[in-house]
């Protein structure tokens, strides 16, 4: 029987005494081999303390790279101490070091250290992004990647491989970023659980690596587990103008590789779309949502900010002017391609057409400055527009393609881009500009143990869980819709990232985009159980979003279905994670009621039904769990963290 690229990529990597031959039953949990990992700065405090409480001198992977590109303004000492504090792990653990400046951490991995056929783990869910290079790229917890730096297994539940079938071309005007818009017009936010989306057919051909990269980064937005492209010779050409072209290995499905499912798509039949207000799978074409008024255009994030892109929005805007009520800010994805900018003299059309042009961070996409003004509409070239992430509770945030962006930045309103006239075409560079100089080596061995570790008054002690109780009374503390994403859980942006080393500080946000009260409420009653709809956790792969709710004495989350990487770091954390058996059962429980969960350990041992009883409303209600026994041992020891102290 013929393999997929995942299968292929998944057969190399086994851990768990699977037989190598064997490809593991779908939804099996799968142990993964980890070759390279990847954190960021927002992620990489917590991942790098509790990499040092598990007592390994170096990591045990083949390359693994700490960058600091989201909390980059430093408004106080904060970020500083946090950036200081995970160089310092670096050198010593023998991890790269992105220093700021060098670029958003996905960007500068495909630049640089990305390898088809390889498995990459990071601490931020677009890590999918290396995807567009054919590795088997995945978000994970600061935990997991922790884990994995340290030599263990990454598990994942073994996907569902959907086919995603290109044929065509890209018409002019219409880009990668349209491509993924679409998959997520068809499938939805939520329609890439348990699934790993694979591009095949003749259209992948006409797509270069950083169009590719934009797809799979995207594939974050679909819930996927990963997406990816083939390695083929357009890889090569890309590694080769990198200069590592001996990184390259073909890798392809078979042909008589069996999929889950397969969708179609002709690429030449796409027009300009926009993922409008707040969802990215609220996917509309551009002609269809009209001429709005618009107040500001973001161009970069990790989705859309290689050098082809800005190339284009250079040529684009070459000497015109923004619209004098539009707001236009650049960010560069890496150094590289700022610099290649400035070589070519594209950023002097940028500047000179107006562009406010920033370091090369994720800045406005984590609210990082920028938030547009008040009711304002911002169209983005960004991944994510849900609700008050840019800063500005009542923004209208449209997702759409850098084109599109250009174009609307000098008309004033938004614009099918095709009204431009002729597509200003521009040369791909055939040998990036290559200078490494903003990443730092980690020191060897004999140095490295001499190292000190700087830790500044911004990092506190990660908070501890105790072992999981056999009864849980609590109150249904909050109850919450469909699709919560982890930025209504834990928000983000520049006020409350700085926060991100400090849980109980950073606690005091937990939920407020939804309950300003919630903080207080969960403290006064000694934490709770949480209500939730379908979805819950989607979107980043924050493990404040478990930590937090931890903190103020979240024992259990019950709700219709979760997202992939928060129920895993709900599980790495020890909250419970439970399902309603039957959906429509969430009516059963309002914000307030008082629940209780018995016999909940043995239950667990037995992968039993658990009964919440509602003892305000007198009604049972059978939830299920679905835990493998490595997830159980977890969730009885209350965490991971708890159950490899166990064990030693
Ligand atoms: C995001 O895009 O939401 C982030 C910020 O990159 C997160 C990580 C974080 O919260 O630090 C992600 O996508 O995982
Ligand atoms: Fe950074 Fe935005 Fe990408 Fe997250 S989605 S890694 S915040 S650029």
Avoid: W
């Avoid at 169009?211 to 819930?223: D, P």
């Avoid at 994720?362 to 304002?376: L, N, R």
């Avoid at 939804?514 to 709770?528: H, L, V």
């Avoid at 992939?564 to 419970?576: A, D, E, F, T």
């Amino acid at each position: 029987m013929g393999l997929t690229i995942t299968e292929k990529i998944i057969k190399e990597h086994l851990t768990d005494g699977t037989a190598a031959e064997e490809i593991p039953a779908k939804g099996r949990e799968t142990g993964l081999k980890i070759d390279q990992t990847l954190t960021q700065d927002a992620t990489g405090t917590m991942a790098y303390l509790q990499f040092e409480a598990m007592d390994v001198s170096r990591v045990k992977t083949e390359r693994s790279v700490a960058y600091i590109d989201h909390n980059t303004l430093q408004s106080g000492f904060e970020n500083a101490d946090d950036h200081r504090y995970i160089q310092s792990v670096a050198n010593k653990y023998g991890i790269y070091f992105s220093r700021p400046g060098n670029g958003i951490c996905h960007q500068v991995h495909l630049e640089r250290f990305g390898k088809p056929g390889k498995t990459l783990i990071g601490s931020d869910s677009h890590t999918p992004t290396g995807g567009g290079l054919g590795m088997l790229a995945i978000g994970a917890g600061g935990l997991d990647v922790a884990v994995a730096m340290a030599g263990g297994a990454y598990y994942i539940n073994m996907p569902q491989i959907v086919n995603i079938k290109l044929k065509g071309k890209l018409k002019s005007f219409v880009s990668a970023k349209d491509v993924i818009l679409e998959v997520l017009r068809l499938l939805s936010v939520k329609g890439g659980v348990g699934k790993v989306m694979e591009y095949t057919g003749e259209g992948v051909k006409t797509l270069s690596v950083p169009e590719r990269a934009t797809i799979t980064n995207m594939g974050a937005e679909l819930g996927a587990t990963s997406s990816l492209f083939p390695s083929d010779e357009i890889t090569r050409e890309f590694l080769k103008a990198q200069g590592r072209e001996e990184d390259y290995i073909p890798l392809d499905a078979d042909l008589d590789a069996i999929y889950d499912s397969v969708v179609e798509i002709d690429l030449s039949e796409l027009e300009p779309m926009a993922a409008c207000p707040h969802s990215p799978d609220n996917v509309k074409k551009i002609k269809d949502i009209g001429k709005i008024k618009i107040d500001q255009v973001c161009i970069g994030s990790c989705t859309n900010s290689s050098l082809a892109d800005l190339l284009t929005v250079a040529a684009i805007l070459k000497g015109k002017t923004v619209h004098p009520n539009v707001d236009l800010s650049i960010a560069p994805g890496s150094k590289q391609v700022y610099q290649m900018l400035a070589e070519n003299g594209a950023l002097a059309d940028l500047i000179g057409a107006g562009a406010r042009i920033l370091e090369s961070a994720c800045g406005p996409c984590i609210g990082m400055g920028q938030s547009p003004k008040s009711g304002g509409v911002s169209l983005r070239t960004f991944n994510r527009n849900f609700e008050g992430r840019s800063g500005t509770k009542d923004a209208q945030v449209y997702l759409l393609s850098p084109e599109t962006a250009a174009v609307s930045a000098i008309n004033g309103v938004l614009t099918d881009p095709r009204e431009y006239g002729k597509f200003p075409e521009t040369a791909q560079p055939e040998k990036f500009l290559i200078n490494d100089n903003m990443v730092i080596k980690p020191l060897d061995e004999k140095e490295a143990a001499k190292a000190e570790i700087q830790r500044g008054p911004n990092i506190k002690p990660f908070p501890k869980n105790s072992p999981l109780e056999d009864s849980i009374k609590a109150e249904a503390i909050l109850k919450v819709g469909d699709n919560i994403t982890t930025d209504h859980i834990m928000p983000a942006g520049a006020k409350i990232l700085p926060l991100r080393s400090n849980i109980p500080a950073i606690s005091e946000y937990c939920f407020t985009v939804c309950d300003e009260t919630f903080p207080k409420r969960a403290k006064e009653a000694g934490g709770g159980i949480i209500i939730g709809g379908a979805n819950y956790g989607q979107g980043s792969s924050r493990e404040h979003a478990a930590l937090a709710p931890l903190y103020l004495g979240i024992k259990a989350v019950v709700c219709k279905s979760f997202a992939r990487i928060h129920k895993q770091n709900l599980i790495n954390n020890g909250i419970i994670p439970l399902i309603f058996k039957n959906p429509e059962d969430y009516e059963k429980v309002a914000q307030g009621d008082r629940l209780i969960l018995e016999g909940v350990k043995e239950k667990l041992q037995k992968g039993e039904e658990f009964v919440l009883k509602n003892l305000t409303t007198g009604t049972e209600t059978a939830l299920s769990g679905g835990f493998s026994e490595r997830e159980k041992d977890m969730i009885l020891a209350g965490g991971l963290l708890n159950l490899t102290r166990k064990g030693n």
